[in-house]
């Protein structure tokens, strides 16, 4: 297994079949369908554009679960939406498909109504596809069909695909090795208050890895990270803290998450 996929998840996913691994995958981020009526339905895709700011990237693809199993009725106005090319909809169909909520699974149908869907720019498909092409579920492992999808969110502002496209350059993953693009997309991610870009955002000022050198932000950015609960960040600011005192009592660094 790839080294940064050692996630409980991603382990789980690649070791049981593909559906049970589908379901599991998709238990990540909560996605709300709102009370529906006679003529419309409710959804709310914000909650998935701030749910993707957390998370560790390539783990798992961002939306998907909604709080409530989905109706008879609400399946078939989501499906009607759907067919009408409303993209919110066609992308939670893709879900309901893949996971069987309300509808027979079927893997096939989901991933057609999440290309859908990202055909039309709804970035949270385009990141998905660009996941599921990675780690070939549910299709075959394409890099450069991942890397296509991956792009397209990425420079449509998701942060969760910012962070995934730094991972495909800092590993060489469907391109060229390149510490200096690598660094480039996990910093527009870590802007954006994607806790594990602001983890690699520090590791890279901390080894001169693609941007120059520099300390006081290597230190700066795991302490964003931190914040935000960044176990693998916080850390290393205990470990920095522990040097510091070594050198002495009045040694210690200064920490601004500004």
């Not at 599921?132 to 969110?153: C, N, P, Q």
Request: charged share 20%; with cysteine; aromatic share 12%.
């Amino acid at each position: 297994m790839n080294r940064r996929y050692q996630h409980n998840i991603i382990t789980e996913i690649l070791n049981i079949k593909l559906l049970v691994g589908l379901a599991v995958l998709l238990l990540v981020h909560c996605f709300d369908v709102g009370p529906s009526t006679a003529s419309s339905l409710d959804w709310n895709t914000e909650g998935v554009m701030k749910n993707s700011q957390s998370g560790t990237g390539w783990d798992t693809p961002a939306g998907g679960l909604p709080l409530k199993e989905i109706s008879l009725t609400e399946i078939m106005l989501l499906k009607k939406s759907a067919e009408s090319g409303d993209t919110d909809a066609q992308f939670l169909m893709g879900y309901f498909y893949l996971d069987g909520n309300g509808v027979m699974r079927d893997v096939k149908k989901g991933i057609e109504m999440w290309r859908r869907a990202a055909e039309k720019g709804h970035v949270v498909a385009q990141s998905n596809l660009g996941t599921l092409y990675f780690h070939g579920i549910g299709v075959m492992k394409d890099y450069s069909e991942s890397l296509k999808w991956v792009r397209e969110a990425a420079e449509n502002g998701f942060p969760h695909a910012q962070h995934n496209l730094g991972e495909m350059y800092k590993f060489g993953d469907g391109v060229p090795q390149d510490y200096s693009e690598a660094f480039k997309w996990y910093y527009k991610a870590a802007l954006n208050g994607f806790a594990e870009s602001q983890y690699q955002v520090g590791l890279f000022f901390g080894s001169g890895k693609g941007v120059e050198r520099n300390e006081n932000l290597a230190v700066h950015w795991f302490g964003r990270a931190g914040a935000q609960g960044h176990q693998d960040s916080l850390e290393v600011l205990a470990e920095k803290q522990v040097m510091a005192w070594k050198r002495g009592p009045n040694r210690g660094f200064s920490l601004s998450t500004r």
